[in-house]
């Protein structure tokens, strides 16, 4: 109960550092990070969390689910070419970079496809930790990424949004 407790308390303080710090995803990179660091100091240790990890596991996929109540099946439809498209364009970006991981920097080729594969960073850990192979790596290659696309995304929106500002301020004098 103790690791339990400790486990929400560094989550919870990291949370708010992340967000003071105005990190991309604040309040979850800070509390992973934190989680990470006296994890990996061994002196503390959140293992035998077993329990708790399957309650988040079946909270997170009601919260998925509960996203697809007002699913139409003209959706389907509306969007095949480009889940398609989308589709078969990730799997491509996938085989590339996980070649790239594992002949150029020796990475295990299960490690190298969910590190190069988009998604949570939680379901690909829990992906690797069940299949048996490095979690630590595929998560941290999940947060980088995320950490990038985050704050190059916010660096272009900010670019846009001055440009489009600036052109309607030149067409309307």
């Known amino acids: ?78 969007v095949g070419i480009t889940v398609s498209l989308i589709f078969f364009g990730i799997a491509l970006i996938i085989i590339i970079i996980s070649a790239i991981l594992v002949f150029i920097f020796n990475f295990n080729l299960t490690v190298a496809i969910l590190s190069s594969a988009p998604g949570a960073i939680y379901e690909m850990a829990m992906i690797a930790d069940a299949l048996g192979v490095e979690a630590p790596v595929v998560v941290l290659a999940h947060f980088t990424r995320i950490l990038i696309i985050m704050s190059l995304f916010s660096l272009l929106m900010k670019f846009l949004y001055r440009k489009s500002t600036n052109k309607g301020d030149q067409k309307i004098s």
């Open 1 to 78: 109960m103790i690791n339990f407790t400790l486990f929400l308390i560094f989550s919870t303080i990291g949370g708010i550092v992340g967000s003071k710090l105005k990190l991309p995803l604040g309040y979850m990179i800070g509390a992973m990070v934190f989680v990470g660091f006296f994890n990996s100091i061994r002196d503390l240790t959140f293992g035998g969390l077993s329990e708790v990890l399957f309650l988040l596991q079946i909270l997170l996929g009601a919260m998925l689910g509960a996203t697809f109540i007002d699913f139409k099946k003209d959706y389907i439809r509306q």
